[in-house]
């Protein structure tokens, strides 16, 4: 029977590490402070501002929202952000992206520094991780996904790992954190001829393709207790309801471990966002 890795479990664990964090921080006159960066006014920015902001709130984390119009001019966004790299009161910096176009993102994100970049979207936090420095933060999902492995003390060690996707965001640092973990790492892509057959042989999926549901019990073995991580997230208008990239209904109860989309590492990204801005108020101290 297959073991379902809800998140809620996971992210209550880490909301309580940051929390102690916090705690200790503040006996020491330190309130931890994370600073949102929003341009334009796009609704599911919106809606993960707010989510964020309250649960910064319940572990007594400060939230400062920044708010630009999409037009603002670029020379006073890089001002304003600026601003925030330099004001020592401020620990983490959590900026939306995309950028609106008139807007050079790439300059933007070299400029937040490594120790304030809680949401790991910088190259130099994304240097931390591969090459396993205490530099930055990983970015928050690829985290997310590894905290579900070992809440449920999924073995990694010496275990085969196949990681559908390749992305910076996901695929590529997830895949270095499991090599630091003595897993044994496959990337699949959209290049690699077979996946399926790539994935029968694993022992660790992460699911991170962007593909809904494409993962199906094609890519199941037999013979092996497989646990899969799903990262993806879309909404299937078909179903209407939310999806990750594994066909959650072919491959349940034909596989050791599974989480769910939605409750799954959605649910524990964001937890692991407010640990970060705990870790780098504790750094900056």
Not at 69 to 75: G, K, L, S
Not at 153 to 170: E, H, Q, Y
Request: hydrophobic share 40%.
């Amino acid at each position: 029977m297959t073991t379902i890795l809800s998140g809620k479990p996971v992210a209550e664990e880490i909301k309580k590490r940051a929390a102690g964090i916090t705690e200790k921080l503040k006996d020491r006159g330190i309130t931890p402070a994370l600073a949102i960066l929003r341009v334009g006014e796009r609704k599911d920015d919106i809606a993960y501002e707010n989510a964020v902001s309250k649960r910064c709130e319940g572990i007594g984390v400060c939230v400062k929202k920044i708010f630009m119009p999409a037009d603002v001019p670029e020379t006073e966004f890089f001002d304003r952000l600026n601003d925030i790299c330099n004001d020592d009161k401020v620990h983490g910096i959590l900026m939306f992206q995309p950028l609106p176009s008139h807007i050079d993102s790439e300059k933007a994100r070299r400029m937040i520094p490594p120790g304030k970049d809680v949401d790991g979207a910088t190259g130099e936090s994304l240097t931390g991780v591969f090459t396993g420095t205490d530099v930055g933060f990983a970015p928050c999902t690829a985290q997310a996904a590894m905290e579900i492995l070992k809440y449920y003390n999924i073995d990694i060690k010496g275990k085969n790992a196949v990681v559908i996707g390749r992305s910076l965001v996901v695929g590529r640092p997830v895949a270095c954190m499991l090599l630091q973990e003595d897993a044994t790492v496959t990337v699949c892509h959209s290049k690699t001829p077979d996946v399926a057959a790539v994935s029968m042989q694993a022992d660790i999926i992460i699911a991170a393709s962007g593909q809904m549901e494409s993962i199906n019990e094609s890519f199941l073995s037999n013979d092996r207790q497989q646990t899969i991580i799903d990262v993806g997230i879309a909404w299937n208008e078909e179903k209407n309801k939310l999806c990750g990239d594994v066909d959650f209904e072919a491959v349940e109860n034909k596989v050791h471990a599974l989480t769910p989309v939605p409750g799954g590492v959605g649910t524990v990204t964001n937890t692991v966002l407010l640990l970060h801005v705990a870790e780098a108020a504790e750094k900056m101290r």
